[in-house]
């Protein structure tokens, strides 16, 4: 007992050691590999279908490709970040890490932001890595023209998969088990990638919902939002969405992107910030 | 060094701690002992901040509700299951625990040296035995030189062999003058490494007496410890 313990650490140091710890491990795992070949692969299937829908041949520019991939990554990165936020919390509860974590000098509001940094910085690269070789496999093989759209539909990406993520994490810290988070998660992308448009549809047909209550609703579910500000983004008209994008193009055309912002910022901050203070309220195991 | 007060606890409708007291001088030692799902483990867990409880608890002065972080700094320890991220490999999972209590210059072998995991450093931690991860969950709690050890079940996961071979490296550590605090229902673990004995039954402590099977008698130290009545 020659010397007294160390002073603790400051929140900002913690909370960056255990994101660096949570990077580490997701880029070291298949989920991150098999993640980002899916985009590189559904890219530049995408791009080629795109191409022979035009009817030309090998694979399309940027435009079209970037028009292609909006529903691809509505659906794929959702379901990434959604699971990937579930299993942290729930799993290190599970085998009893959660609490060996927490008895360390550490707030567990630092514990769930490192979590929220580290897979962040994980999707951040599987996103960019995906988007980014499948770029250099469209400009080598066709017109490179209109790349920005590309680049624009991968930092709205990152910014859906941000709000998706703290979804995960509420999901995580509310249960016991990576089963039951994981089945919450898959629940949680079924309702917003299918069941929301299904019940407009329902709805719509039942009630005769006015065309600002179907946008309304819309604008609430962020997968909807992404879709809408990623094809105003690449400059694709919105009537390609039906009724509600003709009205969104005719009544919202410059408030459309600070609306669609506003909305994913909420996503990207509400549940994470709901998470970090369940999390500091409830018993680790 | 630590201070308990009236601490209860409930699982949903469940009162583990029934407004459990207890005082722990500086450089003592103190088995909390008692059958399975007596309350031990979750009051080691509460001195941890792990769980919440009613009641206060305060380590080196510091409340560990309030304060927690502070509090912790001055404990290390090692939990009844051992689990490290299977991929991490074991010079990782020191150098991660290091960063946490401000090392992030850690001399990993000398961590690893006491605890006879140095030739380990670079084992991924699904490949250690039971025993392995006992000793590094040890090592890690003595980063940082932290002057209170809690440990719970200490030698649930060990073989004779190791459970003597952990046994007499705590006993050496106890020797340096740290504070430990340790859940355990073996006897012979309290004999060795105790000076004062505490039963918790039913989420309460119990002054006496002992279980069957277990006598108080005087150690070299002329303490009062629990003994099995068979050695």
Redesign the interface.
């Known amino acids: ?9 400051s929140a900002l ?2 909370t960056w ?2 994101a660096r ?1 949570e990077l580490r ?1 997701a880029l ?2 298949r989920w991150f590999a098999l993640n980002t070949a899916a985009f590189v692969l559904l890219g530049v299937g995408v791009s080629f279908l795109s191409a022979s829908a035009g009817g030309g041949g090998g694979l399309s520019g940027f435009g079209r490709t970037t028009a292609g991939l909006v529903n691809l990554v509505t659906l794929v990165v959702p379901l990434m970040a959604l699971t990937a936020g579930a299993g942290s919390v729930a799993g290190e509860r599970e ?3 959660l ?2 974590l ?6 567990r509001v630092e514990v769930i932001a490192g979590k929220w940094l580290g897979l962040a910085l994980a999707l951040a690269a599987s996103i960019f890595l995906g988007f980014g070789l499948c770029a250099a496999i469209v400009a080598t093989r066709a017109n490179a023209d209109g790349a920005g759209a590309l680049v624009a539909l991968a930092m709205l990406s990152l910014f859906l998969a941000l709000g998706m993520l703290g979804i995960g994490l509420l999901i995580s810290v509310l249960s016991r088990r990576t089963s039951v988070a994981t089945g919450l998660a898959v629940f949680c992308w079924l309702l917003l990638a299918f069941a929301t448009d299904l019940g407009l549809m329902a709805g719509t047909l039942t009630w005769k919902l006015s065309i600002q209550t179907i946008l309304a609703a819309c604008l609430a579910n962020p997968l909807q939002v992404f879709k809408i500000w990623s094809l105003d983004a690449a400059g694709i008209p919105l009537d390609v969405l039906g009724p509600v994008g003709q009205y969104t193009m005719d009544r919202l055309p410059n408030a459309l992107p600070w609306i669609a912002a506003a909305s994913l910022t909420l996503w990207a901050i509400v549940p994470g910030a709901s998470a970090a203070l369940l999390f500091a ?1 409830k ?3 | 060094m630590i201070s308990v007060r009236n601490v209860s606890m409930s699982f949903g409708s469940l009162k583990v701690l029934r407004g459990v007291s207890l005082e722990v001088a500086a450089g003592e030692s103190v088995a909390i002992c008692g059958t399975n799902g007596a309350g031990k483990s979750t009051l080691i ?1 509460c001195l ?5 409880y009613e009641g206060s608890i305060a380590i080196g002065g510091f409340d560990v509700r309030r304060d ?3 509090a ?4 290390g ?1 090692v ?1 009844q ?5 299977d ?2 490999r074991v010079d990782e999972v020191v150098r ?2 290091a ?5 992030r210059a850690v001399d990993v072998a000398a961590v690893l040296g006491p605890v006879a995991l140095r030739d380990h450093a670079q084992a991924r931690a699904r490949v250690l035995s039971g025993g392995m991860k006992q000793r590094l ?1 040890l090592a890690i709690a003595l980063l ?4 209170i050890l809690v440990l719970d079940e200490l030698s649930a996961s060990l073989d004779i062999e190791g459970r003597e071979a952990f046994l007499h490296l705590l006993v050496g550590l106890r020797g ?3 504070t430990v605090v340790f859940a355990s229902h073996r006897p012979e673990e309290i004999a060795i490494l105790a000076e004062r004995a505490l039963w918790i039954v039913d989420g309460k402590f119990q002054s006496a007496p002992a279980p069957r099977g277990v006598v108080t008698a005087t150690n070299k130290e002329n303490r009062d410890v629990l003994i099995p009545a068979t050695a």
């Not at chain 1, 007992?1 to 650490?9: A, K, N, V």
């Not at chain 1, 927490?102 to 707030?107: D, H």
């Not at chain 2, 912790?72 to 404990?75: D, Q, S, T």
């Open positions: 007992m020659s010397s007294s313990p160390l002073r603790p650490e140091a913690n050691t255990i710890r491990d070291r795992s085998r009893g890490m609490a060996f927490l008895s360390q000098p550490v707030s309220r018993p680790a195991a | 867990q941890t901040g792990v769980h919440a927690g972080k502070r912790r700094r001055l404990i320890y939990p299951e051992l689990a490290f991220r991929d991490m991660f625990y960063a946490l209590r401000g090392d969950a940082g030189n932290a002057p340096e003058g740290r």
